[in-house]
């Protein structure tokens, strides 16, 4: 599985991910997992490609060109709930939006067959950052030494920082590696 980051402040949301996909064939693909739908709309995806190609493939075709956050993590929301779980392979998204002064967030994982869904919204007290990984407890001292808690960061501190955890985190972690990839919407630019 990955190693996605989304983070929400109340300026901006941000999503930062590695780029390795660990093929069935036993090789190594970088692959982007970070992408925007819109000016307004952004998701970031890891875990089994195949399952949350499915799910994005059922979502998106569905959608118009300048769908909303609202429209787009409902639909993506409802193919998590019907899943089986019992059978899906561990998977994660993160949702992220503008819209005029608001931010918002949405979380969906299954994780170990249980599922998982978080949203969060501006204004937040403090900043709401979320790791999405199948080997969390290999990062999470990282996380904390990198990302102080309750303190706002810019943009380029938490590029800094993911990519400090990702060149730490490769040494230990089989499942990603450290080509740093990320997206970010500010509020009040689109």
């Given at each position: 599985m990955s190693l996605i980051v989304g983070i929400l402040q109340n300026d901006f949301i941000m999503f930062c991910s590695d780029s390795r996909l660990n093929g069935y064939d036993q090789k190594k693909y970088l692959v982007q997992k970070i992408f925007k739908l819109n000016d307004?709309?952004?998701?970031?995806?890891?875990?089994?490609?195949?399952s949350?190609?499915?799910?994005?493939?059922?979502?998106?075709?569905?959608?118009?060109?300048?769908?909303?956050?609202?429209?787009?993590?409902?639909?993506?929301?409802?193919?998590?709930?019907?899943?089986?779980?019992s059978e899906t392979k561990n998977i994660s998204l993160f949702?992220?939006?503008?819209?005029?002064?608001?931010?918002?967030?949405?979380?969906?994982?299954?994780?170990?067959?249980?599922?998982?869904c978080n949203i969060y919204n501006t204004p937040v007290d403090i900043p709401i950052r979320r790791l999405a990984t199948g080997q969390a407890n290999l990062h999470i001292d990282t996380i904390k030494t990198y990302f102080p808690f309750g303190k706002e960061m810019t943009i380029t501190e938490i590029k800094d920082a993911v990519k400090k955890v990702l060149d730490l985190g490769c040494m230990i972690d089989d499942e990603i590696d450290n080509e740093m990839q990320y997206e970010y919407i500010k509020k009040g630019v689109t």
């Amino acid at each position: 599985m990955s190693l996605i980051v989304g983070i929400l402040q109340n300026d901006f949301i941000m999503f930062c991910s590695d780029s390795r996909l660990n093929g069935y064939d036993q090789k190594k693909y970088l692959v982007q997992k970070i992408f925007k739908l819109n000016d307004n709309l952004m998701y970031a995806t890891g875990g089994d490609k195949e399952s949350i190609d499915n799910i994005l493939d059922k979502a998106i075709s569905v959608c118009e060109e300048n769908v909303s956050y609202r429209e787009f993590s409902n639909i993506v929301e409802d193919i998590f709930r019907s899943l089986p779980l019992s059978e899906t392979k561990n998977i994660s998204l993160f949702i992220g939006e503008v819209c005029g002064n608001k931010l918002s967030m949405k979380e969906l994982l299954v994780l170990n067959h249980e599922l998982i869904c978080n949203i969060y919204n501006t204004p937040v007290d403090i900043p709401i950052r979320r790791l999405a990984t199948g080997q969390a407890n290999l990062h999470i001292d990282t996380i904390k030494t990198y990302f102080p808690f309750g303190k706002e960061m810019t943009i380029t501190e938490i590029k800094d920082a993911v990519k400090k955890v990702l060149d730490l985190g490769c040494m230990i972690d089989d499942e990603i590696d450290n080509e740093m990839q990320y997206e970010y919407i500010k509020k009040g630019v689109t």
